[in-house]
T-cell receptor
Protein backbone atom coordinates (compact mmCIF):
# COMPACT_ATOMS: atom_id res chain seq x y z
CA UNK A 1 0.00 0.00 0.00
CA UNK A 2 1.11 3.52 -0.76
CA UNK A 3 1.94 5.46 2.33
CA UNK A 4 2.17 9.22 2.41
CA UNK A 5 3.00 10.76 5.75
CA UNK A 6 3.00 14.36 6.90
CA UNK A 7 5.10 15.66 9.75
CA UNK A 8 2.30 17.15 11.84
CA UNK A 9 -1.46 16.68 12.09
CA UNK A 10 -2.02 19.99 13.85
CA UNK A 11 0.16 23.08 13.96
CA UNK A 12 -0.29 26.48 15.59
CA UNK A 13 2.00 29.30 14.50
CA UNK A 14 2.20 33.05 14.91
CA UNK A 15 1.97 35.63 12.14
CA UNK A 16 5.38 36.21 10.59
CA UNK A 17 6.85 32.86 11.59
CA UNK A 18 8.55 30.63 9.03
CA UNK A 19 6.68 27.35 8.78
CA UNK A 20 7.89 24.04 7.37
CA UNK A 21 5.48 21.27 6.41
CA UNK A 22 7.12 17.98 5.53
CA UNK A 23 5.77 15.16 3.41
CA UNK A 24 7.30 11.74 2.82
CA UNK A 25 6.13 8.95 0.51
CA UNK A 26 7.44 5.42 0.47
CA UNK A 27 6.40 4.23 -3.00
CA UNK A 28 9.15 5.75 -5.14
CA UNK A 29 6.64 8.07 -6.82
CA UNK A 30 7.99 10.69 -9.19
CA UNK A 31 5.27 13.27 -8.64
CA UNK A 32 4.45 15.02 -5.40
CA UNK A 33 1.91 17.73 -4.70
CA UNK A 34 0.87 20.25 -2.09
CA UNK A 35 -2.76 21.36 -1.84
CA UNK A 36 -4.67 23.46 0.58
CA UNK A 37 -8.32 22.79 1.31
CA UNK A 38 -10.75 25.41 2.54
CA UNK A 39 -14.53 25.17 3.06
CA UNK A 40 -16.41 25.94 -0.14
CA UNK A 41 -13.21 26.24 -2.18
CA UNK A 42 -12.23 22.62 -2.45
CA UNK A 43 -8.68 21.47 -3.03
CA UNK A 44 -6.38 24.06 -4.56
CA UNK A 45 -2.96 23.21 -5.91
CA UNK A 46 -0.08 25.20 -4.43
CA UNK A 47 2.99 23.55 -5.98
CA UNK A 48 3.96 20.25 -7.44
CA UNK A 49 7.18 18.48 -8.31
CA UNK A 50 7.77 15.83 -10.97
CA UNK A 51 11.39 15.09 -10.12
CA UNK A 52 14.08 15.83 -7.57
CA UNK A 53 14.92 19.54 -7.50
CA UNK A 54 12.13 20.24 -10.02
CA UNK A 55 9.06 22.24 -9.10
CA UNK A 56 6.12 23.88 -10.81
CA UNK A 57 3.72 26.48 -9.55
CA UNK A 58 0.15 25.47 -9.09
CA UNK A 59 -2.87 27.72 -8.93
CA UNK A 60 -2.07 29.57 -5.69
CA UNK A 61 1.74 29.66 -5.14
CA UNK A 62 1.90 33.16 -3.63
CA UNK A 63 3.34 33.15 -0.13
CA UNK A 64 4.67 29.60 -0.44
CA UNK A 65 7.84 27.91 -1.60
CA UNK A 66 8.81 24.24 -1.85
CA UNK A 67 11.86 22.06 -1.70
CA UNK A 68 12.50 18.59 -3.08
CA UNK A 69 16.04 17.48 -2.32
CA UNK A 70 15.21 13.77 -2.23
CA UNK A 71 12.70 11.80 -4.26
CA UNK A 72 10.67 10.70 -1.27
CA UNK A 73 10.44 14.06 0.49
CA UNK A 74 8.59 17.25 -0.51
CA UNK A 75 8.56 20.24 1.80
CA UNK A 76 6.21 23.21 1.79
CA UNK A 77 7.54 26.43 3.27
CA UNK A 78 5.56 29.43 4.41
CA UNK A 79 8.23 32.13 4.48
CA UNK A 80 6.23 34.49 6.70
CA UNK A 81 2.98 32.97 7.87
CA UNK A 82 -0.17 35.05 7.65
CA UNK A 83 -3.65 34.47 9.06
CA UNK A 84 -5.06 33.85 5.57
CA UNK A 85 -2.82 30.79 5.37
CA UNK A 86 -4.82 29.10 8.09
CA UNK A 87 -6.03 25.99 6.31
CA UNK A 88 -5.82 22.23 5.90
CA UNK A 89 -2.70 21.30 3.91
CA UNK A 90 -2.68 18.04 2.02
CA UNK A 91 0.30 16.36 0.41
CA UNK A 92 -0.14 13.79 -2.36
CA UNK A 93 2.03 11.64 -4.58
CA UNK A 94 1.58 9.78 -7.84
CA UNK A 95 3.63 7.79 -10.27
CA UNK A 96 4.44 8.98 -13.76
CA UNK A 97 1.91 7.56 -16.17
CA UNK A 98 -0.12 8.17 -19.26
CA UNK A 99 -2.83 10.41 -17.94
CA UNK A 100 -4.23 8.04 -15.34
CA UNK A 101 -2.07 9.07 -12.47
CA UNK A 102 -3.90 8.28 -9.28
CA UNK A 103 -2.91 10.60 -6.49
CA UNK A 104 -2.54 9.23 -2.97
CA UNK A 105 -2.99 11.65 -0.12
CA UNK A 106 -1.36 12.04 3.23
CA UNK A 107 -3.46 12.56 6.39
CA UNK A 108 -3.23 16.35 6.20
CA UNK A 109 -1.87 19.10 8.43
CA UNK A 110 -4.35 21.51 9.94
CA UNK A 111 -2.48 24.80 10.33
CA UNK A 112 -3.73 27.66 12.45
CA UNK A 113 -1.92 31.00 12.13
CA UNK A 114 -2.65 33.42 14.95
CA UNK B 1 -15.99 29.55 -14.35
CA UNK B 2 -14.44 26.78 -12.33
CA UNK B 3 -12.85 24.03 -14.38
CA UNK B 4 -14.61 21.27 -12.46
CA UNK B 5 -18.07 22.00 -11.08
CA UNK B 6 -20.02 20.07 -8.50
CA UNK B 7 -23.16 20.82 -6.58
CA UNK B 8 -22.12 21.30 -2.97
CA UNK B 9 -25.22 19.57 -1.60
CA UNK B 10 -26.00 18.16 0.80
CA UNK B 11 -27.54 15.37 -1.21
CA UNK B 12 -29.73 13.36 1.10
CA UNK B 13 -30.85 9.82 0.22
CA UNK B 14 -32.45 7.06 2.29
CA UNK B 15 -30.50 3.95 3.13
CA UNK B 16 -30.67 1.39 0.31
CA UNK B 17 -31.38 3.97 -2.39
CA UNK B 18 -29.16 4.94 -5.32
CA UNK B 19 -27.14 8.11 -4.81
CA UNK B 20 -26.27 10.01 -7.99
CA UNK B 21 -23.40 12.49 -7.85
CA UNK B 22 -22.66 14.71 -10.80
CA UNK B 23 -19.74 16.70 -12.10
CA UNK B 24 -19.15 18.87 -15.18
CA UNK B 25 -15.84 20.05 -16.55
CA UNK B 26 -14.83 22.81 -18.90
CA UNK B 27 -11.46 21.68 -20.31
CA UNK B 28 -12.02 19.47 -23.35
CA UNK B 29 -8.39 18.37 -23.01
CA UNK B 30 -9.24 16.49 -19.83
CA UNK B 31 -8.27 12.88 -20.28
CA UNK B 32 -9.14 11.05 -17.08
CA UNK B 33 -11.55 11.60 -14.26
CA UNK B 34 -11.32 10.54 -10.66
CA UNK B 35 -13.78 10.19 -7.82
CA UNK B 36 -12.46 10.58 -4.29
CA UNK B 37 -14.35 10.14 -1.04
CA UNK B 38 -13.46 12.32 1.93
CA UNK B 39 -14.80 11.72 5.41
CA UNK B 40 -14.97 14.71 7.72
CA UNK B 41 -11.53 15.53 9.10
CA UNK B 42 -9.83 12.95 6.90
CA UNK B 43 -7.90 13.09 3.64
CA UNK B 44 -9.39 12.09 0.27
CA UNK B 45 -9.25 8.45 -0.75
CA UNK B 46 -9.67 7.20 -4.30
CA UNK B 47 -12.88 5.36 -5.19
CA UNK B 48 -12.32 4.93 -8.90
CA UNK B 49 -11.23 6.57 -12.11
CA UNK B 50 -12.60 6.55 -15.65
CA UNK B 51 -11.10 7.62 -18.96
CA UNK B 52 -13.36 6.09 -21.62
CA UNK B 53 -16.87 7.15 -22.54
CA UNK B 54 -19.51 4.95 -20.97
CA UNK B 55 -19.84 3.19 -17.66
CA UNK B 56 -17.29 1.61 -15.34
CA UNK B 57 -18.47 -0.50 -12.45
CA UNK B 58 -16.67 -1.43 -9.24
CA UNK B 59 -18.82 -3.11 -6.63
CA UNK B 60 -21.61 -0.75 -5.58
CA UNK B 61 -20.02 2.14 -7.48
CA UNK B 62 -20.52 3.03 -11.14
CA UNK B 63 -18.72 5.92 -12.82
CA UNK B 64 -20.18 7.33 -16.01
CA UNK B 65 -18.38 9.55 -18.50
CA UNK B 66 -19.83 11.51 -21.39
CA UNK B 67 -17.07 13.52 -23.08
CA UNK B 68 -19.40 15.12 -25.62
CA UNK B 69 -21.44 16.63 -22.79
CA UNK B 70 -18.38 17.10 -20.55
CA UNK B 71 -20.16 15.27 -17.78
CA UNK B 72 -19.04 12.72 -15.21
CA UNK B 73 -21.19 11.01 -12.63
CA UNK B 74 -20.87 8.54 -9.79
CA UNK B 75 -23.70 6.22 -8.84
CA UNK B 76 -23.70 4.51 -5.48
CA UNK B 77 -26.13 1.59 -5.29
CA UNK B 78 -27.60 0.33 -2.03
CA UNK B 79 -26.36 3.44 -0.20
CA UNK B 80 -25.26 2.89 3.39
CA UNK B 81 -24.88 5.41 6.24
CA UNK B 82 -21.14 4.72 6.01
CA UNK B 83 -21.22 6.26 2.52
CA UNK B 84 -21.99 9.63 4.09
CA UNK B 85 -19.04 11.79 3.11
CA UNK B 86 -17.96 14.46 0.67
CA UNK B 87 -17.29 13.19 -2.84
CA UNK B 88 -14.68 14.99 -4.91
CA UNK B 89 -14.55 14.87 -8.68
CA UNK B 90 -11.19 15.55 -10.31
CA UNK B 91 -9.93 15.80 -13.87
CA UNK B 92 -6.51 15.14 -15.33
CA UNK B 93 -5.69 17.56 -18.13
CA UNK B 94 -2.30 16.02 -18.77
CA UNK B 95 -0.23 18.46 -16.75
CA UNK B 96 0.36 15.81 -14.05
CA UNK B 97 -1.69 17.64 -11.42
CA UNK B 98 -5.39 17.01 -10.96
CA UNK B 99 -8.03 19.73 -10.91
CA UNK B 100 -10.59 19.14 -8.19
CA UNK B 101 -14.17 20.23 -7.82
CA UNK B 102 -15.38 21.60 -4.50
CA UNK B 103 -17.12 18.36 -3.65
CA UNK B 104 -20.67 17.18 -2.99
CA UNK B 105 -21.68 16.27 0.54
CA UNK B 106 -23.74 13.08 0.65
CA UNK B 107 -25.93 12.16 3.60
CA UNK B 108 -27.42 8.68 3.74
CA UNK B 109 -30.33 8.58 6.15
CA UNK B 110 -30.77 5.31 8.14
Amino acid sequence: DVKVTQSSRYLVKRTGEKVFLECVQDMDHENMFWYRQDPGLGLRLIYFSYDVKMKEKGDIPEGYSVSREKKERFSLILESASTNQTSMYLCASSTRGGGQETQYFGPGTRLLVL
Amino acid sequence: QKEVEQNSGPLSVPEGAIASLNCTYSDRGSQSFFWYRQYSGKSPELIMFIYSNGDKEDGRFTAQLNKASQYVSLLIRDSQPSDSATYLCASDTGRRALTFGSGTRLQVQP
